[in-house]
């Protein structure tokens, strides 16, 4: 039954995270073990499964462990071993997630204050800095289970994602300052915010796992392909998906000014909507009329097909790693489930 | 010649930090490559040797590295096998010093603009995080030359100090709001802020140096103290120093009220200068009178007894590693060079 296997999974994540986080837990130190553990989600007001996030990452890794397996190895337990490593791709993020809170000035995240709202700036660049630490820590964990030829190169995979990760945040930013923005501006800037760790994710599982060269280098393309299906699917829900649906206020993305796939598509038209969009920042009343002007220049559509382009691309080299067993069945379910989410 | 020996380990590191950095030089992030460049001391306004810091502890860990080596090594050239790790250590000191200067709200250092003045603190959020990431990737560069157990083992050292420097960095900043501050709360702090990093240089220099168990635990003992004592060296010379040998305003250090250890102690003494403290910043009229009577109630002798013990114990642990050639004789004349420094 693959929900038992995802939940074992979850629910050693999640000890392992805090196993992790505890590197913190010390007398002299213990508010900055509370700041760690209040932006994990564990502690502090509103703590809870909601505020956790759903660890799809070190999910995906540890489905992608458990897909691949050699003869001599239990495929039941095996994934037992790489724990620490998808507990390493999570806190990536979540340090990414920190540091990303205070530079988009974001107050909230999961309905709960950010880090740097609760405790200043100052502080939370430190919290994400020690994230990040304990994500470096975390994955040569893995040398208890593997070899150190193996958890070298898990950890190179990781450091590449998370320089991918700061390229894509770089483009972002200075994106918002230029209006002449085109749809070839869009990939580097989501393979490195949103596809990097995701691919890391599918390929260290994979390594882990013990696959061959030609099943790592197809796990780390299903997880980069979903990556950007799974960006475009966002963006679309960011400025279509309903308010309830989404848990977010409907079309907040065009609100934001956000250079997302479908606004990239219509400057480049530079028609009525590219007129509109430069003209600055779209207040909520003209939301649902500026939505429906993207609507009618083909952007929704054009997002659509490119996000089903890069499923089918994606779900093309997961059959091609032909992952085994009940992991790998629960990782098409979960991809498929990823891209058609409507929460 | 120990000169040229440093001369040439001096060049290797400039050119290696070089080629790490440039793992960013690609045409879409080419500006992102000019923040790291720039903070480095190598493009912009005011580049050159006096932007780029003194390399210290890169040097000190290839001279680890040249003090020990196994009878089938060449002592002569074996460091040149360490240029990455050396070059880890230096971005982890940078990406720490980018993240500081928003911390502290620094607008200059070394005389120059920093990041988050010149770009704004989101993009030197970034920065720092991407000298972190090349970092990371550095160490584990030093895999073309040691077996994979080697640079795993690298690679956790870095990382225990890089926990420890954010472990300071709080205590630092927690300190700020606090008027209680013992002379207890002061060694924490400045282990993780100054120690860890140089204990990591001496350490993982004789770990690639094929030092033995113990020579490699007396060089972090050494590196250790040696921080110790350069800090509350630091400390003096931030309120006595003579502001063209300091480089700085004279007592700065009072003016911006940091908890150094000549402050603690004469805040645990509870006497006139306590009292003053107490009463709220210090402006740069009373800073000559206050540096007085911090004098006359013994931190300076406190200070300056301890600074030397540390020494002592820091040379003690070199001396125990028994590190030969000129490379040895090198870190011996560097660590009384550091603590007798006069600019």
Known sequence: MSASLQQSMLEAIETELKRQVARLDQTKVISFHEM???????????????ATGKR?????????????????????????????????????????????????????????KTV???????????????????????????????????????????????????????LDMSYEERTNLTIEDYWPMIAGKTSALLSAC??????????????????????????????????????????????KSASSDLVEGKNSLPVLFALEKNGAFANRWKRGPIPHEEVAMVANLLRDEGAKEYAEKISEAETQTALDHLASADPQGEAGKALTELANMLLKRKQ
């Open 36 to 50: 760690l553990t209040y932006h994990m989600g564990w502690t502090g007001e509103g703590a809870g499964t909601q």
């Open 116 to 170: 740097w709202t609760k405790w200043g700036a100052p502080m939370a660049i430190n919290v994400g800095d020690a994230l990040f630490v304990i994500a470096n820590q975390s994955v040569l964990d893995v040398s208890n289970h593997y070899p150190a030829e193996v958890v070298v190169k898990a950890s190179s995979i990781l450091s590449q994602a998370c320089l991918e990760l700061t390229k894509g945040q770089f």
């Open 202 to 247: 599918t390929e260290i599982g994979a390594l882990l796992g013990y696959a061959n060269i030609s099943q790592v280098e197809d796990m780390r393309l299903f997880g980069h392909h979903l990556g950007l299906a799974f960006q475009v699917q966002d963006d679309i829900l960011g400025i279509w998906g309903d308010e309830a649906v989404t848990g």
């Open 56 to 112: 799809i990452r070190p999910l995906m890794a540890l489905l992608s462990v458990a897909s691949f397996h050699s003869p001599n190895h239990d495929a039941k337990t095996d994934w037992q071993n790489a724990v620490s490593a998808a507990a390493a791709i999570e806190l990536i993020h979540n340090f990414s997630l920190v540091h990303d809170d205070i530079q988009d000035n974001s107050e909230l995240r999961r309905g709960r």
